[in-house]
Protein backbone atom coordinates (compact mmCIF):
# COMPACT_ATOMS: atom_id res chain seq x y z
CA UNK A 1 0.00 0.00 0.00
CA UNK A 2 0.97 3.34 -0.92
CA UNK A 3 1.48 5.05 3.26
CA UNK A 4 1.57 8.67 0.64
CA UNK A 5 -1.73 8.24 -0.27
CA UNK A 6 -4.70 10.39 1.44
CA UNK A 7 -7.19 7.80 2.77
CA UNK A 8 -9.67 10.52 4.27
CA UNK A 9 -9.55 14.33 4.58
CA UNK A 10 -11.36 17.19 6.52
CA UNK A 11 -12.05 20.17 4.77
CA UNK A 12 -12.57 23.31 6.48
CA UNK A 13 -15.16 21.46 8.69
CA UNK A 14 -16.81 23.50 11.84
CA UNK A 15 -19.62 22.66 13.98
CA UNK A 16 -22.01 24.71 16.36
CA UNK A 17 -24.17 24.24 18.77
CA UNK A 18 -27.13 26.90 20.36
CA UNK A 19 -26.53 26.81 24.01
CA UNK A 20 -28.47 28.61 26.01
CA UNK A 21 -29.61 30.39 23.64
CA UNK A 22 -26.60 31.43 22.44
CA UNK A 23 -24.52 30.11 19.65
CA UNK A 24 -21.34 27.91 20.94
CA UNK A 25 -18.65 26.80 18.43
CA UNK A 26 -17.69 23.69 19.37
CA UNK A 27 -15.10 23.48 16.23
CA UNK A 28 -13.85 26.02 13.45
CA UNK A 29 -11.79 25.69 10.15
CA UNK A 30 -10.37 21.98 10.98
CA UNK A 31 -8.78 20.55 7.94
CA UNK A 32 -6.85 17.39 7.99
CA UNK A 33 -5.74 14.58 6.12
CA UNK A 34 -5.31 10.71 6.81
CA UNK A 35 -3.23 9.08 5.39
CA UNK A 36 -3.97 5.11 4.50
CA UNK A 37 -3.00 3.05 6.47
CA UNK A 38 -1.07 5.10 9.37
CA UNK A 39 -2.13 5.58 12.79
CA UNK A 40 -3.36 8.90 13.28
CA UNK A 41 -3.78 10.29 16.92
CA UNK A 42 -6.15 13.58 17.94
CA UNK A 43 -4.47 14.83 20.70
CA UNK A 44 -6.33 17.57 22.60
CA UNK A 45 -6.99 18.62 26.37
CA UNK A 46 -10.73 17.47 27.70
CA UNK A 47 -13.70 19.32 26.51
CA UNK A 48 -11.86 20.70 23.35
CA UNK A 49 -14.01 18.91 20.66
CA UNK A 50 -12.14 15.81 19.57
CA UNK A 51 -15.47 13.66 20.36
CA UNK A 52 -17.55 15.95 17.96
CA UNK A 53 -14.94 15.60 15.46
CA UNK A 54 -15.01 11.64 15.68
CA UNK A 55 -18.54 12.25 15.75
CA UNK A 56 -18.64 13.95 12.57
CA UNK A 57 -16.18 11.55 10.82
CA UNK A 58 -18.39 8.33 11.63
CA UNK A 59 -21.42 10.13 10.43
CA UNK A 60 -23.16 10.28 13.58
CA UNK A 61 -23.77 14.65 13.49
CA UNK A 62 -23.40 16.76 10.49
CA UNK A 63 -21.03 19.44 10.53
CA UNK A 64 -22.19 23.02 9.64
CA UNK A 65 -19.52 23.62 7.51
CA UNK A 66 -17.23 21.75 5.39
CA UNK A 67 -16.72 18.37 3.75
CA UNK A 68 -15.55 15.07 4.63
CA UNK A 69 -13.95 13.10 2.12
CA UNK A 70 -13.29 9.35 1.86
CA UNK A 71 -11.41 8.32 -1.14
CA UNK A 72 -12.28 11.67 -2.59
CA UNK A 73 -15.37 11.43 -2.39
CA UNK A 74 -17.84 13.40 0.23
CA UNK A 75 -19.27 11.09 2.48
CA UNK A 76 -23.11 12.04 4.07
CA UNK A 77 -24.21 10.28 7.15
CA UNK A 78 -22.53 6.54 8.51
CA UNK A 79 -20.59 5.07 6.01
CA UNK A 80 -20.41 0.95 6.79
CA UNK A 81 -16.10 1.64 5.73
CA UNK A 82 -15.61 3.69 8.99
CA UNK A 83 -15.98 1.57 12.07
CA UNK A 84 -15.51 2.83 15.73
CA UNK A 85 -14.99 2.06 19.53
CA UNK A 86 -16.20 4.09 22.18
CA UNK A 87 -14.84 5.72 25.24
CA UNK A 88 -16.80 2.94 28.15
CA UNK A 89 -20.69 1.60 27.83
CA UNK A 90 -20.44 0.61 24.81
CA UNK A 91 -21.50 -3.15 25.05
CA UNK A 92 -24.97 -4.54 25.41
CA UNK A 93 -25.15 -5.89 28.40
CA UNK A 94 -27.63 -8.21 27.66
CA UNK A 95 -25.28 -9.79 24.89
CA UNK A 96 -22.85 -12.34 25.34
CA UNK A 97 -19.32 -11.61 23.86
CA UNK A 98 -19.86 -13.59 20.90
CA UNK A 99 -23.20 -11.78 20.38
CA UNK A 100 -21.88 -8.30 20.80
CA UNK A 101 -18.65 -8.91 18.44
CA UNK A 102 -20.94 -10.67 15.82
CA UNK A 103 -23.73 -7.41 16.04
CA UNK A 104 -22.63 -6.09 13.13
CA UNK A 105 -22.24 -8.43 10.08
CA UNK A 106 -26.06 -9.94 12.05
CA UNK A 107 -27.17 -6.81 11.40
CA UNK A 108 -26.33 -6.74 7.73
CA UNK A 109 -27.89 -9.89 7.48
CA UNK A 110 -24.96 -11.74 7.20
CA UNK A 111 -25.77 -15.57 7.66
CA UNK A 112 -24.84 -17.45 11.03
CA UNK A 113 -21.82 -19.71 10.14
CA UNK A 114 -19.47 -16.30 8.65
CA UNK A 115 -20.30 -14.23 11.06
CA UNK A 116 -19.57 -16.22 13.41
CA UNK A 117 -16.57 -17.61 12.73
CA UNK A 118 -15.40 -13.65 11.63
CA UNK A 119 -16.46 -12.62 14.92
CA UNK A 120 -13.80 -15.84 16.68
CA UNK A 121 -11.08 -14.59 14.54
CA UNK A 122 -11.23 -11.33 16.18
CA UNK A 123 -12.32 -12.81 19.65
CA UNK A 124 -9.02 -14.38 19.07
CA UNK A 125 -7.17 -11.61 18.01
CA UNK A 126 -7.86 -9.34 21.02
CA UNK A 127 -7.00 -12.52 23.23
CA UNK A 128 -10.33 -13.14 24.62
CA UNK A 129 -10.87 -17.31 23.49
CA UNK A 130 -12.81 -18.68 26.44
CA UNK A 131 -14.91 -15.69 27.30
CA UNK A 132 -17.22 -16.18 24.12
CA UNK A 133 -19.81 -16.65 26.46
CA UNK A 134 -19.48 -14.12 29.19
CA UNK A 135 -21.79 -11.02 29.67
CA UNK A 136 -20.02 -7.74 29.84
CA UNK A 137 -20.70 -7.39 33.38
CA UNK A 138 -18.61 -10.18 33.96
CA UNK A 139 -15.19 -8.70 32.49
CA UNK A 140 -12.75 -6.20 33.36
CA UNK A 141 -12.67 -3.06 32.33
CA UNK A 142 -9.55 -4.05 29.79
CA UNK A 143 -11.42 -6.81 28.57
CA UNK A 144 -14.88 -4.87 28.14
CA UNK A 145 -12.39 -2.68 25.74
CA UNK A 146 -10.78 -5.38 24.02
CA UNK A 147 -14.72 -6.79 23.25
CA UNK A 148 -15.59 -3.12 21.41
CA UNK A 149 -11.86 -3.54 19.13
CA UNK A 150 -13.46 -6.85 18.29
CA UNK A 151 -16.67 -5.68 17.61
CA UNK A 152 -15.16 -2.59 15.33
CA UNK A 153 -12.74 -5.12 13.96
CA UNK A 154 -16.01 -7.96 13.07
CA UNK A 155 -17.47 -5.12 10.39
CA UNK A 156 -14.39 -5.04 8.55
CA UNK A 157 -13.80 -1.59 8.44
CA UNK A 158 -11.09 0.92 6.16
CA UNK A 159 -11.07 3.46 9.01
CA UNK A 160 -10.97 2.73 12.70
CA UNK A 161 -11.87 5.45 14.94
CA UNK A 162 -11.04 5.44 18.80
CA UNK A 163 -12.81 7.65 21.15
CA UNK A 164 -10.19 7.48 24.13
CA UNK A 165 -10.42 4.05 24.17
CA UNK A 166 -8.57 3.47 27.42
CA UNK A 167 -9.62 6.41 29.54
CA UNK A 168 -11.64 4.92 31.88
CA UNK A 169 -8.86 2.34 32.65
CA UNK A 170 -6.18 2.26 35.08
CA UNK A 171 -2.95 3.10 34.45
CA UNK A 172 -1.33 -0.73 33.91
CA UNK A 173 -4.11 -1.86 32.24
CA UNK A 174 -3.68 1.18 30.16
CA UNK A 175 -0.26 0.80 29.17
CA UNK A 176 -1.19 -3.50 28.58
CA UNK A 177 -4.00 -2.23 26.52
CA UNK A 178 -1.82 0.68 24.21
CA UNK A 179 0.45 -2.34 23.49
CA UNK A 180 -2.02 -4.47 22.35
CA UNK A 181 -3.64 -2.26 19.86
CA UNK A 182 -0.50 -1.45 18.21
CA UNK A 183 -0.37 -5.24 17.73
CA UNK A 184 -3.81 -5.82 16.63
CA UNK A 185 -3.20 -2.79 14.13
CA UNK A 186 0.47 -4.10 13.03
CA UNK A 187 -1.48 -7.74 12.53
CA UNK A 188 -4.85 -6.37 10.91
CA UNK A 189 -3.31 -3.12 9.37
CA UNK A 190 -6.16 -0.32 8.33
CA UNK A 191 -6.08 3.60 9.03
CA UNK A 192 -6.81 4.53 12.69
CA UNK A 193 -8.00 7.57 14.09
CA UNK A 194 -7.17 7.43 17.65
CA UNK A 195 -8.22 10.31 19.56
CA UNK A 196 -6.81 10.72 23.37
CA UNK A 197 -5.46 13.78 25.91
CA UNK A 198 -2.71 11.73 27.43
CA UNK A 199 0.77 13.14 25.33
CA UNK A 200 2.38 9.95 26.28
CA UNK A 201 -0.31 7.35 25.18
CA UNK A 202 -0.36 9.82 21.82
CA UNK A 203 3.65 9.22 21.28
CA UNK A 204 3.59 5.83 22.28
CA UNK A 205 1.28 4.92 19.20
CA UNK A 206 1.43 7.82 16.46
CA UNK A 207 2.26 7.88 13.12
CA UNK A 208 1.57 11.17 13.47
CA UNK A 209 -0.10 13.33 15.71
CA UNK A 210 -2.85 16.11 14.95
CA UNK A 211 -2.79 18.63 18.02
CA UNK A 212 -5.88 20.01 18.59
CA UNK A 213 -6.45 23.52 20.54
CA UNK A 214 -8.75 24.16 23.51
CA UNK A 215 -12.39 24.55 22.30
CA UNK A 216 -13.35 25.70 19.85
CA UNK A 217 -11.12 22.79 18.36
CA UNK A 218 -8.62 24.07 15.56
CA UNK A 219 -5.45 21.98 14.46
CA UNK A 220 -2.74 23.50 15.84
CA UNK A 221 0.30 21.49 15.03
CA UNK A 222 0.36 18.03 13.33
CA UNK A 223 3.85 16.05 14.37
CA UNK A 224 5.27 12.99 12.55
CA UNK A 225 6.59 10.44 15.11
CA UNK A 226 9.78 8.68 13.08
CA UNK A 227 10.79 6.57 16.34
CA UNK A 228 10.75 2.79 15.70
CA UNK A 229 8.40 0.67 17.37
CA UNK A 230 7.97 -0.73 20.23
CA UNK A 231 8.90 2.65 21.94
CA UNK A 232 11.10 3.53 24.44
CA UNK A 233 9.31 5.76 26.75
CA UNK A 234 12.34 6.78 27.92
CA UNK A 235 13.92 7.66 24.71
CA UNK A 236 15.71 11.06 24.66
CA UNK A 237 14.06 12.00 21.50
CA UNK A 238 10.78 10.19 22.64
CA UNK A 239 11.07 12.88 25.84
CA UNK A 240 12.24 15.99 23.85
CA UNK A 241 9.05 15.18 21.82
CA UNK A 242 7.03 14.93 24.86
CA UNK A 243 8.31 18.29 26.44
CA UNK A 244 7.69 20.11 22.88
CA UNK A 245 4.26 19.13 22.57
CA UNK A 246 3.37 19.47 26.31
CA UNK A 247 4.71 23.41 25.60
CA UNK A 248 2.47 23.52 22.87
CA UNK A 249 -0.47 22.45 24.73
CA UNK A 250 -3.42 24.25 25.67
CA UNK A 251 -4.38 23.74 29.12
CA UNK A 252 -7.36 22.10 29.89
CA UNK A 253 -9.69 24.85 31.61
CA UNK B 1 -5.15 -14.89 36.75
CA UNK B 2 -6.03 -11.14 38.41
CA UNK B 3 -7.13 -13.20 41.49
CA UNK B 4 -3.86 -15.32 42.21
CA UNK B 5 -1.89 -12.44 44.11
CA UNK B 6 -4.20 -11.52 46.54
CA UNK B 7 -5.37 -15.33 46.69
CA UNK B 8 -1.69 -15.94 48.07
CA UNK B 9 -1.70 -13.01 50.25
CA UNK B 10 -4.86 -14.20 52.22
CA UNK B 11 -2.97 -18.03 52.26
CA UNK B 12 -0.35 -16.31 53.86
CA UNK B 13 -2.02 -14.29 56.59
CA UNK B 14 -3.99 -17.52 57.61
CA UNK B 15 -0.84 -19.44 57.80
CA UNK B 16 0.78 -17.45 60.08
CA UNK B 17 -2.04 -17.77 62.83
CA UNK B 18 -2.26 -21.14 62.02
CA UNK B 19 1.51 -21.40 63.26
CA UNK B 20 0.82 -19.96 65.78
CA UNK B 21 -2.14 -21.94 66.91
CA UNK B 22 -0.70 -24.75 64.59
CA UNK B 23 -4.43 -25.58 63.65
CA UNK B 24 -4.38 -27.95 60.54
CA UNK B 25 -5.33 -26.05 57.19
CA UNK B 26 -8.44 -26.78 55.46
CA UNK B 27 -8.20 -28.16 51.90
CA UNK B 28 -9.99 -27.08 49.10
CA UNK B 29 -13.05 -29.45 49.36
CA UNK B 30 -13.49 -29.08 52.98
CA UNK B 31 -13.25 -25.25 52.25
CA UNK B 32 -15.67 -25.26 50.00
CA UNK B 33 -18.08 -27.76 51.68
CA UNK B 34 -17.95 -25.51 54.88
CA UNK B 35 -18.85 -22.40 53.10
CA UNK B 36 -21.53 -24.09 51.27
CA UNK B 37 -23.08 -25.43 54.79
CA UNK B 38 -23.14 -22.20 56.43
CA UNK B 39 -24.91 -20.50 53.67
CA UNK B 40 -27.39 -23.73 53.46
CA UNK B 41 -27.49 -23.33 57.44
CA UNK B 42 -28.08 -19.38 57.31
CA UNK B 43 -31.26 -19.72 54.66
CA UNK B 44 -32.58 -22.89 56.54
CA UNK B 45 -32.93 -20.78 59.53
CA UNK B 46 -33.86 -17.55 57.69
CA UNK B 47 -36.83 -19.66 56.40
CA UNK B 48 -37.34 -21.49 59.51
CA UNK B 49 -38.28 -17.53 61.30
CA UNK B 50 -40.90 -17.16 58.51
CA UNK B 51 -42.75 -20.17 58.74
CA UNK B 52 -42.77 -19.78 62.81
CA UNK B 53 -43.56 -15.73 62.52
CA UNK B 54 -46.70 -17.23 60.45
CA UNK B 55 -47.68 -19.60 62.58
CA UNK B 56 -47.31 -17.69 65.92
CA UNK B 57 -49.66 -15.29 64.10
CA UNK B 58 -52.28 -17.60 63.47
CA UNK B 59 -51.59 -19.25 66.97
CA UNK B 60 -52.69 -16.18 68.74
CA UNK B 61 -55.42 -15.34 66.94
CA UNK B 62 -56.96 -18.98 67.04
CA UNK B 63 -56.64 -18.48 71.09
CA UNK B 64 -57.40 -14.48 71.22
CA UNK B 65 -61.01 -15.82 69.92
CA UNK B 66 -60.70 -19.37 71.53
CA UNK B 67 -60.65 -17.59 74.98
CA UNK B 68 -63.10 -15.24 74.41
CA UNK B 69 -60.99 -12.30 73.73
CA UNK B 70 -62.16 -11.60 70.26
CA UNK B 71 -66.16 -12.49 69.34
CA UNK B 72 -66.23 -14.95 67.43
CA UNK B 73 -68.95 -13.82 65.42
CA UNK B 74 -67.30 -11.30 63.98
CA UNK B 75 -63.99 -12.54 63.87
CA UNK B 76 -63.42 -16.49 62.88
CA UNK B 77 -60.93 -18.64 63.93
CA UNK B 78 -58.54 -19.60 61.49
CA UNK B 79 -59.37 -23.24 61.93
CA UNK B 80 -62.89 -22.80 60.83
CA UNK B 81 -61.47 -20.52 58.09
CA UNK B 82 -59.46 -24.09 57.04
CA UNK B 83 -62.47 -25.76 57.53
CA UNK B 84 -64.48 -23.93 55.34
CA UNK B 85 -61.69 -23.48 52.94
CA UNK B 86 -62.03 -27.61 52.04
CA UNK B 87 -66.19 -27.37 52.79
CA UNK B 88 -66.23 -24.22 50.19
CA UNK B 89 -64.86 -26.44 47.36
CA UNK B 90 -68.22 -28.15 46.92
CA UNK B 91 -71.01 -26.22 48.47
CA UNK B 92 -72.39 -23.58 46.95
CA UNK B 93 -73.65 -21.74 50.15
CA UNK B 94 -74.55 -18.85 50.93
CA UNK B 95 -72.76 -17.31 48.22
CA UNK B 96 -74.15 -19.62 45.19
CA UNK B 97 -71.32 -20.71 43.70
CA UNK B 98 -68.51 -23.16 44.36
CA UNK B 99 -64.96 -21.44 45.35
CA UNK B 100 -63.48 -23.11 42.18
CA UNK B 101 -65.97 -21.30 40.06
CA UNK B 102 -65.41 -17.68 42.29
CA UNK B 103 -61.25 -18.20 41.44
CA UNK B 104 -62.11 -19.40 37.76
CA UNK B 105 -64.53 -16.43 37.36
CA UNK B 106 -61.70 -13.78 38.96
CA UNK B 107 -58.88 -15.80 37.11
CA UNK B 108 -60.38 -14.99 33.66
CA UNK B 109 -60.83 -11.60 33.95
CA UNK B 110 -58.07 -10.27 35.91
CA UNK B 111 -55.51 -12.44 33.47
CA UNK B 112 -57.83 -11.16 30.02
CA UNK B 113 -57.50 -7.88 31.13
CA UNK B 114 -53.73 -7.89 32.39
CA UNK B 115 -52.64 -9.76 29.41
CA UNK B 116 -54.68 -7.28 26.62
CA UNK B 117 -52.55 -4.17 28.84
CA UNK B 118 -49.56 -5.78 28.36
CA UNK B 119 -50.38 -6.56 25.03
CA UNK B 120 -51.21 -2.88 23.83
CA UNK B 121 -49.41 -1.17 26.89
CA UNK B 122 -45.88 -2.40 26.11
CA UNK B 123 -45.85 -1.40 22.50
CA UNK B 124 -47.42 1.63 22.51
CA UNK B 125 -44.96 2.93 25.25
CA UNK B 126 -42.33 1.50 23.66
CA UNK B 127 -43.38 3.19 19.98
CA UNK B 128 -43.97 6.31 21.76
CA UNK B 129 -40.99 6.00 23.72
CA UNK B 130 -38.48 5.83 20.75
CA UNK B 131 -40.82 7.60 17.65
CA UNK B 132 -40.80 11.25 18.87
CA UNK B 133 -43.38 11.37 16.00
CA UNK B 134 -45.69 9.26 17.21
CA UNK B 135 -45.05 10.72 20.80
CA UNK B 136 -46.60 13.92 20.21
CA UNK B 137 -49.64 12.54 18.23
CA UNK B 138 -50.37 10.08 21.23
CA UNK B 139 -49.23 11.86 24.28
CA UNK B 140 -52.25 14.35 24.57
CA UNK B 141 -54.86 11.35 24.74
CA UNK B 142 -52.93 9.50 26.87
CA UNK B 143 -52.17 12.31 29.70
CA UNK B 144 -56.00 12.71 29.63
CA UNK B 145 -56.69 9.11 30.03
CA UNK B 146 -53.50 8.38 32.55
CA UNK B 147 -55.03 10.05 35.36
CA UNK B 148 -58.45 8.83 35.74
CA UNK B 149 -58.71 6.12 38.79
CA UNK B 150 -59.76 3.03 36.90
CA UNK B 151 -62.64 2.09 38.95
CA UNK B 152 -64.45 5.43 37.49
CA UNK B 153 -64.82 3.35 34.48
CA UNK B 154 -67.38 0.77 36.23
CA UNK B 155 -70.60 3.04 35.72
CA UNK B 156 -69.74 3.95 32.33
CA UNK B 157 -68.30 0.03 31.45
CA UNK B 158 -71.98 -1.36 33.16
CA UNK B 159 -73.93 0.32 30.38
CA UNK B 160 -71.71 -0.43 27.77
CA UNK B 161 -70.57 -3.76 28.50
CA UNK B 162 -73.22 -5.34 31.05
CA UNK B 163 -72.10 -7.18 34.06
CA UNK B 164 -70.38 -9.99 32.31
CA UNK B 165 -66.46 -10.72 31.79
CA UNK B 166 -65.95 -8.29 29.43
CA UNK B 167 -67.25 -4.90 31.62
CA UNK B 168 -64.91 -6.51 34.09
CA UNK B 169 -61.73 -7.29 31.93
CA UNK B 170 -62.06 -3.59 30.59
CA UNK B 171 -62.10 -2.06 33.90
CA UNK B 172 -58.82 -4.38 34.96
CA UNK B 173 -57.24 -3.91 31.32
CA UNK B 174 -57.07 -0.21 32.13
CA UNK B 175 -55.08 -0.25 35.67
CA UNK B 176 -52.92 -2.55 34.42
CA UNK B 177 -52.55 -0.34 30.80
CA UNK B 178 -51.14 2.87 32.13
CA UNK B 179 -48.30 1.44 34.16
CA UNK B 180 -47.33 -0.74 31.47
CA UNK B 181 -47.11 2.36 29.09
CA UNK B 182 -45.52 4.54 31.60
CA UNK B 183 -42.83 2.18 32.02
CA UNK B 184 -42.04 1.23 29.09
CA UNK B 185 -41.84 4.60 27.71
CA UNK B 186 -39.69 5.85 30.50
CA UNK B 187 -37.41 2.60 30.21
CA UNK B 188 -36.55 2.90 26.17
CA UNK B 189 -36.48 6.80 26.57
CA UNK B 190 -33.48 6.16 29.10
CA UNK B 191 -31.35 3.96 26.02
CA UNK B 192 -27.96 4.49 26.29
CA UNK B 193 -27.05 7.00 23.08
CA UNK B 194 -23.95 5.57 22.93
CA UNK B 195 -25.17 2.23 22.31
CA UNK B 196 -26.91 3.72 19.75
CA UNK B 197 -24.58 5.29 18.07
CA UNK B 198 -23.25 1.58 17.89
CA UNK B 199 -25.84 0.28 16.04
CA UNK B 200 -25.60 3.25 13.57
CA UNK B 201 -22.33 2.81 13.36
CA UNK B 202 -22.99 -0.56 12.35
CA UNK B 203 -25.37 0.40 9.52
CA UNK B 204 -28.77 -0.13 11.61
CA UNK B 205 -31.92 1.33 10.17
CA UNK B 206 -34.12 3.13 12.86
CA UNK B 207 -36.01 0.83 13.36
CA UNK B 208 -33.56 -1.75 13.58
CA UNK B 209 -31.83 0.25 15.86
CA UNK B 210 -35.20 0.09 18.69
CA UNK B 211 -35.80 -3.62 17.92
CA UNK B 212 -32.07 -4.52 18.49
CA UNK B 213 -31.10 -1.68 21.49
CA UNK B 214 -34.36 -0.05 22.10
CA UNK B 215 -36.20 -2.72 23.31
CA UNK B 216 -33.81 -4.33 25.27
CA UNK B 217 -32.72 -1.76 27.41
CA UNK B 218 -35.87 -0.95 28.21
CA UNK B 219 -36.84 -4.22 29.37
CA UNK B 220 -36.02 -3.95 33.24
CA UNK B 221 -38.41 -0.69 33.19
CA UNK B 222 -40.78 -2.14 31.14
CA UNK B 223 -40.98 -5.68 33.91
CA UNK B 224 -40.90 -2.99 37.07
CA UNK B 225 -44.38 -1.86 35.38
CA UNK B 226 -45.54 -5.06 34.59
CA UNK B 227 -45.08 -5.78 38.32
CA UNK B 228 -46.95 -2.85 39.43
CA UNK B 229 -49.78 -3.74 36.75
CA UNK B 230 -50.28 -7.21 37.97
CA UNK B 231 -50.71 -5.51 41.48
CA UNK B 232 -53.29 -2.78 39.77
CA UNK B 233 -54.96 -5.46 37.72
CA UNK B 234 -55.76 -7.51 41.14
CA UNK B 235 -56.96 -4.76 42.89
CA UNK B 236 -59.31 -3.69 40.83
CA UNK B 237 -60.57 -7.12 40.20
CA UNK B 238 -61.91 -6.79 43.16
CA UNK B 239 -62.97 -3.65 43.42
CA UNK B 240 -65.07 -4.23 40.32
CA UNK B 241 -66.58 -7.61 41.33
CA UNK B 242 -67.64 -6.04 45.05
CA UNK B 243 -69.57 -3.53 42.74
CA UNK B 244 -70.65 -5.16 39.55
CA UNK B 245 -70.50 -9.22 39.54
CA UNK B 246 -72.63 -12.24 40.02
CA UNK B 247 -69.34 -14.44 40.28
CA UNK B 248 -65.65 -14.22 41.82
CA UNK B 249 -63.52 -13.87 44.80
CA UNK B 250 -64.48 -10.02 44.78
CA UNK B 251 -68.21 -11.25 44.65
CA UNK B 252 -68.01 -13.57 47.18
CA UNK B 253 -66.70 -11.42 49.79
CA UNK B 254 -69.34 -9.32 49.65
CA UNK B 255 -71.86 -11.57 49.67
CA UNK B 256 -70.12 -12.61 52.95
CA UNK B 257 -70.98 -9.52 54.44
CA UNK B 258 -74.55 -9.55 52.90
CA UNK B 259 -75.02 -12.58 54.54
CA UNK B 260 -72.93 -11.63 58.40
CA UNK B 261 -70.30 -14.60 57.60
CA UNK B 262 -66.98 -12.89 58.63
CA UNK B 263 -65.63 -16.12 57.39
CA UNK B 264 -66.39 -16.47 54.44
CA UNK B 265 -64.93 -12.93 53.74
CA UNK B 266 -61.45 -13.68 55.36
CA UNK B 267 -61.19 -16.94 53.22
CA UNK B 268 -61.91 -14.85 50.33
CA UNK B 269 -58.89 -12.91 51.46
CA UNK B 270 -56.65 -15.68 51.92
CA UNK B 271 -57.41 -16.87 48.47
CA UNK B 272 -57.29 -13.41 46.81
CA UNK B 273 -53.83 -12.98 48.85
CA UNK B 274 -52.31 -16.78 47.85
CA UNK B 275 -53.12 -16.47 44.54
CA UNK B 276 -51.79 -12.79 44.17
CA UNK B 277 -48.47 -14.60 45.74
CA UNK B 278 -47.77 -17.20 43.30
CA UNK B 279 -48.62 -15.25 40.08
CA UNK B 280 -45.77 -12.37 41.50
CA UNK B 281 -44.09 -15.29 41.78
CA UNK B 282 -44.66 -16.55 38.30
CA UNK B 283 -43.81 -13.22 36.95
CA UNK B 284 -40.64 -13.45 38.45
CA UNK B 285 -39.95 -16.41 37.16
CA UNK B 286 -40.59 -14.73 33.31
CA UNK B 287 -38.44 -11.75 34.60
CA UNK B 288 -35.59 -14.24 35.42
CA UNK B 289 -35.68 -16.04 32.13
CA UNK B 290 -35.60 -12.49 29.93
CA UNK B 291 -33.47 -10.96 32.06
CA UNK B 292 -31.20 -13.71 33.16
CA UNK B 293 -28.11 -11.36 31.77
CA UNK B 294 -28.38 -9.52 35.11
CA UNK B 295 -26.75 -12.44 37.44
N1 LIG C 1 -24.77 18.20 21.17
C1 LIG C 1 -24.12 19.17 21.83
N2 LIG C 1 -24.75 20.33 22.14
C2 LIG C 1 -24.11 21.30 22.81
N3 LIG C 1 -22.83 21.23 23.21
C3 LIG C 1 -22.14 20.13 22.95
C4 LIG C 1 -22.75 19.02 22.26
N4 LIG C 1 -21.83 18.04 22.13
C5 LIG C 1 -20.72 18.50 22.73
N5 LIG C 1 -20.89 19.74 23.22
C6 LIG C 1 -19.86 20.55 23.91
O1 LIG C 1 -18.74 20.66 23.06
C7 LIG C 1 -17.56 20.62 23.82
C8 LIG C 1 -16.61 19.57 23.28
O2 LIG C 1 -17.17 18.30 23.52
P1 LIG C 1 -16.41 16.93 23.19
O3 LIG C 1 -16.14 16.80 21.75
O4 LIG C 1 -17.23 15.85 23.80
O5 LIG C 1 -15.04 17.09 23.99
P2 LIG C 1 -13.85 16.03 24.10
O6 LIG C 1 -12.69 16.69 23.41
O7 LIG C 1 -13.58 15.87 25.55
O8 LIG C 1 -14.27 14.76 23.44
C9 LIG C 1 -17.96 20.40 25.24
O9 LIG C 1 -17.89 21.62 25.93
C10 LIG C 1 -19.38 19.88 25.16
O10 LIG C 1 -20.11 20.30 26.28
MG1 LIG D 1 -14.68 12.88 24.30
Request: contains cysteine.
Amino acid sequence: MDSEKVKLKLEHISQSYIVNNQVFDAAVDVSMEVRDSEFLVLLGPGRCGKTILLNMIAGLEKPVDGRILLDGEEIKGSDERIGMVFQKRALMPWKTVMQNVEFGPKIKGMAKEPRREIAQKYINLVGLQGFEKSYPDELSGGMKQRVSIARAYANDPEILLMDEPFGALDAQTRYAMEEEVQRIWETEKRTVIFVTNNIEEALYLADRIVLLSNCPAHVKAVYDVKLPRPRNTIDPEFLRLRREISDNTDLAL
Amino acid sequence: MRIGPSFSLHKEVISMNDSEKAVRQLTNEERIAKVQSEKRKTTFQLAMLSLIGVLAFLLIWQLAVASGFLPSRYVPMPSKVVELFFLKWTDPNPDGAVLGAHIVSSLQVALSGFFLAIAIGVPLGLTMGWFKGFDSFMRPIFEILRPIPPVSWIPITIIWLGLGLKAKAFIVFFSAFVPCVINAYTGIRQTSQTLINVAKICGASNFTTFRTIGIPSAMTMTFAGIRVALGNAWATLVAAEMLAANLGLGYMIQQGRQFARPDIIILGIVVIGTLGVIFTWLLGLVEGKVLGWKK
